[in-house]
């Protein structure tokens, strides 16, 4: 779903005339049936006009895409603020931004960890670049249109009232904000300058219709990265009924289609290996260009799975694999071709304290 979607010169003139507040309002409750809270409102409010500066410049197509709170379909991820069009090769681009109001962070011992004063006292946050970065990867492991067109996508991160520039481009964070750049209160201009690097001519935001319309499917590389991590690792082994059952799911799945969809349910108490199964699946489903996902209301089980099976590929792009029944209030019907439930009956509509 795309809260908003204009063009460079659209999205201008509803600041001026201070409509754009009022137009993304309406257009998240007529998406979503829900309201908007007064915090979501008054980052926009204190966001946008700072992204509209950044973008007033002749160099920056009018007909450039602009799209504001673009949710990831596979995900509950919101993405604030993409702009669109093509680089001079006329290759499909789409920057991607990540806004933030802190007006400083501290550093961390973790990696891309920093602290931010946040909601009356201080928390423990992904660093802003990173952010970015997983948003960006998340698009491109599951969206088949991003990977063939293809559209490349160029992460950054505007921390327009922050002043932390020694920690949030300190050297320990330097491989998060090679892969998606931060740009501080002072680094507008740096901010514009990176935009026209990747944008040269405007697409009416055409670049984003075809990102929210992509088939979701895994990438081959995530697919084969898990199946190579699976292959060898003696507690993934299948014995007597877990094969039984694991075949039994994968041939229902390939035999499913949106207007003939199949359900397995399998009993077993704790220590039958049911998880296992699960991980198997999940890798052999991704292995057939089905875009799954393993499904818990708990998450202690998904982190446990989720440490064991990062390798090369960072936790986050593993973390995208795993998911709680909160994430898929917003998912489209049919967005996924095969949902893997752990402890189906426990599930409900929220995830969190306040389900």
Same mark, same amino acid.
């Given at each position: 779903?795309?809260?908003?979607?204009?063009?460079?010169?659209?999205?201008?003139?509803?600041?001026?005339?201070?409509?754009?507040?009022?137009?993304?309002?309406?257009?998240?409750?007529?998406?979503?049936?829900?309201?908007?809270?007064?915090?979501?409102?008054?980052?926009?409010?204190?966001?946008?006009?700072?992204?509209?500066?950044?973008?007033?410049?002749?160099?920056?197509?009018?007909?450039?895409?602009?799209?504001?709170?673009?949710?990831?379909?596979?995900?509950?991820?919101?993405?604030?603020?993409i702009i669109t069009g093509t680089r001079k090769d006329k290759q499909r681009t789409a920057v991607i931004v990540e806004l933030k109001q802190w007006q400083k962070a501290t550093a961390t011992d973790k990696d891309a960890i920093v602290s931010t004063f946040m909601n009356g006292r201080d928390r423990e946050v992904n660093h802003?670049?990173?952010?970015?970065?997983?948003?960006?990867?998340?698009?491109?492991?599951?969206?088949?249109?991003?990977?063939?067109?293809?559209?490349?996508?160029?992460?950054?991160?505007?921390?327009?009232?922050?002043?932390?520039?020694?920690?949030?481009?300190?050297?320990?964070?330097?491989?998060?904000?090679?892969?998606?750049?931060?740009?501080?209160?002072?680094?507008?201009?740096?901010?514009?300058?990176?935009?026209?690097?990747?944008?040269?001519?405007?697409?009416?935001?055409?670049?984003?219709?075809?990102?929210?319309?992509?088939?979701?499917?895994?990438?081959?590389?995530?697919?084969?990265?898990?199946?190579?991590?699976?292959? #060898?690792?003696? @507690?993934?082994?299948?014995?007597?009924?877990?094969? +039984?059952?694991?075949?039994? =799911?994968?041939? %229902?799945?390939? /035999?499913?289609?949106?207007?003939?969809?199949?359900?397995?349910?399998?009993?077993?108490g704790p220590g039958t290996g049911k998880t296992v199964v699960a991980i198997n699946l999940l890798s052999a489903l991704m292995d057939q260009d089905l875009a799954a996902k393993y499904v818990t209301k708990n998450g202690a089980p998904r982190a446990v799975y989720e440490l064991m099976l990062t390798g090369k590929f960072s936790?986050?792009?593993?973390?995208?694999?795993?998911?709680?029944?909160? #994430?898929?209030? @917003?998912?489209?019907?049919?967005?996924?071709?095969? +949902?893997?439930?752990?402890? =189906?009956?426990? %599930?409900?509509? /929220?995830?969190?304290?306040?389900?």
């Amino acid at each position: 779903m795309i809260v908003y979607l204009a063009t460079k010169a659209e999205f201008h003139a509803d600041i001026l005339t201070n409509r754009i507040e009022e137009k993304i309002q309406d257009a998240f409750k007529r998406g979503t049936g829900k309201k908007v809270g007064d915090s979501e409102l008054a980052s926009w409010r204190n966001s946008l006009p700072h992204m509209d500066r950044v973008l007033d410049d002749p160099e920056i197509p009018h007909d450039t895409g602009v799209a504001i709170e673009f949710g990831i379909p596979q995900s509950a991820k919101r993405v604030d603020f993409i702009i669109t069009g093509t680089r001079k090769d006329k290759q499909r681009t789409a920057v991607i931004v990540e806004l933030k109001q802190w007006q400083k962070a501290t550093a961390t011992d973790k990696d891309a960890i920093v602290s931010t004063f946040m909601n009356g006292r201080d928390r423990e946050v992904n660093h802003p670049s990173y952010q970015a970065w997983s948003y960006a990867m998340l698009i491109e492991d599951f969206n088949e249109t991003v990977r063939e067109d293809p559209i490349h996508l160029n992460p950054c991160a505007y921390l327009h009232n922050c002043e932390s520039v020694s920690v949030i481009r300190a050297p320990f964070y330097a491989a998060h904000t090679k892969a998606a750049p931060a740009f501080l209160r002072d680094d507008a201009l740096k901010l514009r300058e990176f935009i026209k690097q990747h944008v040269k001519y405007g697409d009416a935001g055409e670049t984003m219709y075809r990102i929210r319309d992509g088939r979701i499917r895994p990438s081959k590389n995530l697919a084969d990265h898990l199946a190579s991590l699976l292959k #060898g690792k003696q @507690e993934f082994y299948l014995i007597d009924e877990q094969k +039984l059952v694991y075949e039994t =799911a994968r041939s %229902l799945a390939s /035999k499913s289609t949106p207007e003939s969809k199949n359900v397995l349910i399998v009993n077993g108490g704790p220590g039958t290996g049911k998880t296992v199964v699960a991980i198997n699946l999940l890798s052999a489903l991704m292995d057939q260009d089905l875009a799954a996902k393993y499904v818990t209301k708990n998450g202690a089980p998904r982190a446990v799975y989720e440490l064991m099976l990062t390798g090369k590929f960072s936790k986050s792009r593993i973390s995208n694999l795993f998911g709680g029944s909160g #994430g898929f209030t @917003e998912t489209l019907a049919n967005t996924f071709g095969a +949902l893997i439930v752990d402890e =189906a009956h426990r %599930l409900n509509e /929220k995830s969190g304290l306040y389900s």
